[in-house]
C-alpha cells in the first residue's frame, strides 16, 4: 500500500489544472501570503490569535525550509508567559505550502471551536513539504522524513513552549498530508499521541492487483511518484513507508495511539476504497480507531467542512492528559 497512484483522464486533468492554479498563486511570492496572514489578523484581533511565520535551515536538505506556527491568544498573554502547550503538526496536500491553514479555512474554524469553548488552547504547525510525502525518497536526495523527525520538530519543540511527551504531540493531514500523517504516526508511535487524517492519499500498487487504467495514470505515476518512490516504482521501498504495512508491523505500540481519519465518498481518487480498507485491516488488528465516510468529494470544501472532527479529537486527547 502507498500514496494514490491511479486516475483517469478526467480526473488527472482536473488535477494538474487545480495543481498549476496552485502553483501560480505561489509563484505570486511569499508576500502574498504574508499579506493573507495579516488581512485575516484584523478580523480575529479581539481574540489575538496570531501566525508566526518563519523558516528553518536544514543541514539535512540543504535548504530553507518554511512553516507557520499558529499560536492561541493565551500563547502571547503576560499572565500565561510561563504556561506551556499541546502542539498539532498539520501536514498539507499536494501544492500546498506552510500557509495552506490559513489559505484554506482551517484557522478560521479552529478560532471559531476556541470562540465556542469546543477547544482549548494547543500549538498548530504547519511546515512546508512541497511533493516529498513527508518520508525520504527513494534516491536518497530528498530525505524529508529524515528532516521532520531530527530538525524540524526539535528546533519547533525548543523556539515554542509545548510541554515535553508523546502525549501532548498529535499530527494530522490532508490527502498527501493524511498519508504523511499515518505514516509518520504509524512508524514512530512512540513520538506521537494521537494521529488523524482527511482523505489520506493511499491506494494499491498496479502489480498488486490494480492495472493501470491509460496513459494519464502511467503519467501521474511518473511524475509525481516515481520521484519519490522510484522509475519504476520499487515495490519494498512503497511497503516500508505503508500505513497498512507499519499498522501490521507495529501493532502492540498502535494500540496506545489515538487514531482517527475519515473520506469523502465521492473521492475523485477513489481514495474511500483505501480508507475503508484501512479500516478493515485496523479492526482485524483489534487496534482501537475512529473511522467515518462522509458525503462528499477531495478538496479543501470536504476538508474544512471536517476539520473541526481533527481539532476536536486531538483536544480530546490532550485535555485527558491533564
Known amino acids: 500500500m502507498g500514496p494514490l497512484v491511479l486516475m483517469g483522464d478526467y480526473h488527472y486533468n482536473k488535477f494538474l489544472s487545480s495543481m498549476l492554479f496552485t502553483r501560480r498563486i505561489r ?4 508576500l502574498a501570503g504574508f499579506l493573507i496572514l495579516s488581512f485575516l489578523a484584523p478580523a480575529t484581533a479581539h481574540s489575538q490569535d496570531r501566525a508566526d511565520c518563519g523558516a528553518i535551515h536544514s543541514a539535512i536538505l540543504q535548504s530553507s ?13 503576560a499572565s500565561s508567559k510561563a504556561a506551556k502547550y499541546p502542539i498539532l503538526y498539520l501536514l498539507h496536500g499536494l501544492g500546498g505550502t506552510h500557509q495552506t491553514m490559513a489559505q484554506d479555512g482551517e484557522w478560521n474554524k479552529l478560532q471559531d471551536l476556541r470562540r465556542a469553548n469546543l477547544v482549548g488552547d494547543f500549538l498548530v504547525v504547519e511546515p512546508e513539504a512541497w511533493d516529498t510525502f513527508y518520508i525520504n525518497s527513494r534516491d536518497g536526495r530528498t530525505r524529508y522524513g529524515d528532516f521532520f523527525l531530527h530538525e524540524f520538530i526539535p528546533y519547533i519543540e525548543r523556539k515554542y513552549r509545548v510541554r515535553p511527551g508523546r502525549a501532548e504531540r498529535g499530527i494530522t493531514g490532508f490527502s498527501m498530508g493524511g498519508y504523511g500523517a499515518l505514516r509518520m504516526a504509524f512508524a514512530y508511535p512512540y513520538l506521537f499521541g494521537s494521529v488523524s487524517a482527511h482523505s489520506a492519499a493511499m491506494s494499491r500498487l498496479p502489480n498488486e492487483g490494480v492495472s493501470v487504467a491509460d496513459a494519464s495514470s502511467a503519467l501521474f505515476a511518473s511524475e509525481v511518484n516515481a520521484k519519490v518512490f522510484g522509475d519504476p516504482i520499487d515495490k519494498a521501498f512503497w511497503d516500508l513507508n505503508s500505513p497498512f504495512v507499519l499498522a501490521k508491523k507495529n501493532a502492540p505500540a498502535l494500540m496506545r495511539l489515538k487514531i482517527y481519519f475519515d473520506c469523502g465518498t465521492e473521492d475523485r481518487f477513489g481514495l474511500s476504497n483505501s480508507a475503508s480498507e484501512l479500516n478493515q485491516t485496523l479492526n482485524s488488528l483489534k487496534i482501537p480507531h475512529e473511522f467515518h465516510l462522509y458525503p462528499g468529494g477531495h478538496g479543501f470544501d470536504y476538508l474544512v467542512a471536517h476539520s473541526d472532527a481533527t481539532f476536536e479529537f486531538h483536544w480530546r486527547v490532550f485535555n485527558s492528559r491533564k
Not at 27 to 30: F, I, N
Not at 65 to 77: D, H
Request: aromatic share 18%; hydrophobic share 35%.
Open 65 to 77: 525550509v518554511r512553516y507557520c506556527a499558529y499560536l492561541p491568544a493565551s500563547y502571547s498573554a
Open 27 to 30: 509563484r505570486a511570492g511569499t
